[in-house]
């Protein structure tokens, strides 16, 4: 199977833009990232939740493209 990476990026949980962490800065559970938008503060593990939904519809939207290529190969 091909390697296959998928972007997912945070987005602030008030306005929706993209959060820009400090990337000298590992971010764990329990912190709160500042949007530099609305400034509202973002709980970590909320995003990580919602980046890891994301994540999965992206695999699964990717799998289901594949399946229906591979299918219509066969069946044509
Ligand atoms: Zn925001």
């Known amino acids: 199977m091909e390697d296959q990476s998928f972007t997912i990026s945070l987005k602030c949980l008030f306005c929706d ?3 820009e962490g400090d990337i ?7 912190d709160m990232l500042k949007c ?6 973002n709980d970590y593990d909320a995003l990580m939740d ?3 939904d994301e994540g999965d519809s992206l ?6 493209s594949e399946i229906d ?3 219509k190969k066969h069946f044509k």
């Open 69 to 71: 290529k591979m299918l």
């Open 50 to 52: 919602v980046a890891a």
């Open 17 to 19: 833009c993209p959060l």
């Open 24 to 30: 000298d800065k590992e971010y764990s559970s329990g």
């Open 59 to 64: 695999v699964a939207n990717y799998a289901n």
């Open 36 to 41: 530099q938008n609305c400034e509202e503060l």
